[in-house]
């Protein structure tokens, strides 16, 4: 089983990547979020979750633990399959899927392509447990910048909206993008 690949990014698609190491090109799929963060030609290392069917051994690539994580759990739920659980991935931050989980909100999910109403809720009712929440794995500026934006009386679930469209990694930068997000 894969677990990791580091390697030189020599094809780029928004959601695929061909990741060269030791003269060997995977094709590697990823979320928009992941995406965003590679550059072609530059050299990294992905967290990989592969999938072997009959027909084919796909493989997943993430940045992160968390993302990865919420990729995983996603697939534990029944109809949702990788092309979806990636749809999630590229979609919301995981704070954000933790948050919408904690808060019952179908509405967040529902904006996911592939995702209805049925689906929505059926997440919430596989995903409710407390061990979810556990399993994301939150930047500590997030949530400075989370708790500072609710003392100021923004509500939780567009704080955490705002936050998963901010490409800062520093609380003050954070919250002065989440400020322009939150005030449109």
């Known amino acids: 089983m894969i677990k990791a690949i580091e390697g030189k990014i020599v094809k780029k698609e928004p959601t695929y990547i061909w990741l060269k190491t030791s003269g060997v090109s995977y094709g590697v799929a990823v979320s928009l979020f992941t995406s965003a963060k590679l550059e072609l030609g530059e050299v990294c290392e992905l967290f990989i979750t592969q999938i072997i069917k009959e027909d084919a051994h796909l493989l997943f690539g993430f940045t992160s633990t968390s993302e ?108 002065k993008e989440a400020l322009k997000i939150l005030k449109k």
């Open 68 to 175: 990865q994580r919420i990729f995983e759990l996603m697939l534990k739920v029944s109809g949702i399959g990788p092309a979806t659980a990636l749809a999630v991935c590229s979609s919301l931050e995981p704070d954000a899927v933790a948050l919408a989980v904690k808060n019952g909100d179908i509405a967040t999910f529902k904006r996911v392509p592939g995702i209805g109403e049925k689906t929505a809720k059926l997440l919430l009712a596989q995903l409710g447990d407390a061990s979810f929440l556990a399993t994301t794995s939150a930047n500590p500026a997030n949530n400075e910048a989370l708790l500072a934006l609710e003392s100021l009386g923004f509500k939780r679930e567009a704080i955490s909206l705002a936050l998963s469209k901010c490409s800062s990694s520093e609380t003050v930068s954070l919250i």
